[in-house]
């Protein structure tokens, strides 16, 4: 196929499909191209949180009980495996040092940044798109089980960054959530972040946004992008596509089609599993609720209750390891009644930065190949967002944002 002056998007998750719409809205004409349906990746899987109460990019701790903790491989939040932590030793250790206090402010600045702008940004897609009715205004809460921990002032904590949260006795907790099963002292109610009720769905609705405004979606793998002539040719299973520009934007697999082009990406694969679970009979969840430490969240979704792991750092396409999943299943059981499993595990990856932010812009030395990846922990709050300042930098456009933390330089 001969895409011509076009922009290929490669990847239909949640950053590709943005990137498309606001290319599409430019004048650009976009052919995003996905092995598989838009948003059945890693933009299905997550915990559907546009998350606008947080404040920094999850730093690695520095104190030394958690990292002993980590290095015991018990702590619930954190596990690896061997081959996890030798294959990516040295983006772990960018990691680490990135997380440190001297550095973790700038970082932090950055994140705010793109993250500030993130809710605006996806009702800027999702209401002309008809998927706003996916958009849940419920917050998220963390549990307290220690009464103690809940006199701690956690709004002159986070007000400096204009993040509002309150707190819920235990009576207002109880009204908040009837049906938990053990008595907590009470809760954080974060109010400003937003729950999508099926992630998959709603990037599959902006993506078929796109089409029905004249863009063009096509199901092919790509094995390989190579330069040719000013423009790209991208061998996939479908047969080759010519383009003048391409957007690498295959969230974890990204690295895979730039390693032959000489540019080798630092990228940590920080995995995490999901499955769903039907509520006990008269069990209602109205919130996203997390008991810090406890390594998992439980969400409600569309498609039953969703329990999700912390993290675990392993080789991307390592097998899974279900053990994480199955002691979030059982902590989550103490508080909630749940019924039957209603679908096998998932296992997916969050795309990680050693500097804990995405990459957004054309790649040193490789005009015309632009990147849009790495999106780490908060990949579905951030993706429309990330996707306007790519468009905007692709057409010229003054970008909302300044680029330079998020620019391709850093590769
Ligand atoms: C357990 C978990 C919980 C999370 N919770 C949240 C959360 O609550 N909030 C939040 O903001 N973020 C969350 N995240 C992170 C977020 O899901 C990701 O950062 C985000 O989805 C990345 O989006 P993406 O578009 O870059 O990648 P993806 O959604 O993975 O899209 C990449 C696409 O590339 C396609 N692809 C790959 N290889 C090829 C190929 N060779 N040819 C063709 N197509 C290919 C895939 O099919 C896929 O559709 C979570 C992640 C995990 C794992």
Request: charged share 15%.
């Amino acid at each position: 196929m001969d895409a011509g002056g076009q922009v290929v998007v490669l990847g239909a998750g949640i950053a590709g499909v943005s990137a498309a719409l606001h290319l599409q809205q430019r004048g650009v004409s976009v052919l995003l191209l996905d092995r598989a349906k838009p948003g059945s990746g890693t933009s299905h899987g997550n915990a559907g949180l546009i998350e606008m109460s947080t404040a920094l990019p999850h730093p690695c701790p520095q104190d030394l009980g958690t990292l002993v903790r980590y290095a015991l491989n018990r702590a619930p939040d954190l596990r690896w495996q061997p081959g996890g932590l030798l294959g990516m030793a040295g983006g772990l250790y960018g990691y680490w040092r990135n997380s440190r206090p001297g550095r973790i402010g700038p970082i932090g600045a950055s994140f705010r940044a793109l993250m500030g702008k993130a809710l605006d940004e996806h009702r800027a897609l999702a209401v002309p798109a008809g998927a706003a009715g996916l958009l849940r205004d419920c917050g998220w809460l963390e549990l307290v089980r220690d009464p103690r921990l809940l006199e701690v002032d956690r709004q002159a904590e986070v007000a400096p960054h204009g993040i509002r949260v309150s707190r819920l006795d235990s009576a207002a907790l109880e009204r908040a959530e009837p049906h938990l099963r053990q008595p907590f002292a009470g809760a954080f109610h974060w109010q400003a972040t937003v729950s999508i009720t099926d992630p998959g769905a709603y990037v599959a609705r902006l993506a078929a946004a796109f089409v029905a405004r004249g863009g063009e979606v096509m199901a092919a793998k790509v094995q390989g992008v190579t330069r040719q002539g000013a423009g790209w040719r991208i061998a996939t299973t479908g047969g080759a596509v010519h383009a003048a520009r391409v957007v690498v934007a295959l969230g974890p697999w990204s690295p895979d089609v730039l390693r032959p082009l000489g540019l080798r990406v630092p990228m940590l694969f920080k995995r995490g599993y999901h499955r769903h679970f039907a509520a006990a009979e008269g069990t209602v969840l109205n919130h996203p609720v997390h008991v810090p430490g406890s390594g998992h969240l439980v969400v409600p979704m569309d498609m039953g209750i969703r329990v999700l792991t912390g993290v675990e750092l392993a080789p991307r396409d390592a097998p899974p390891d279900l053990r994480q999943i199955r002691s979030a299943e059982a902590a989550a059981r103490t508080y909630l009644a749940l019924a039957e499993a209603l679908d096998p595990p998932w296992l997916g990856t969050r795309p990680c930065m050693p500097d804990m932010l995405p990459v957004i812009g054309e790649a040193t030395a490789h005009p015309g190949l632009w990147l849009l990846f790495g999106h780490g922990h908060h990949g579905l709050t951030q993706g429309p967002a990330s996707g306007r300042l790519l468009a905007e930098l692709m057409t010229g456009e003054a970008p909302f944002i300044d680029p330079a933390p998020f620019s391709a330089h850093r590769l």
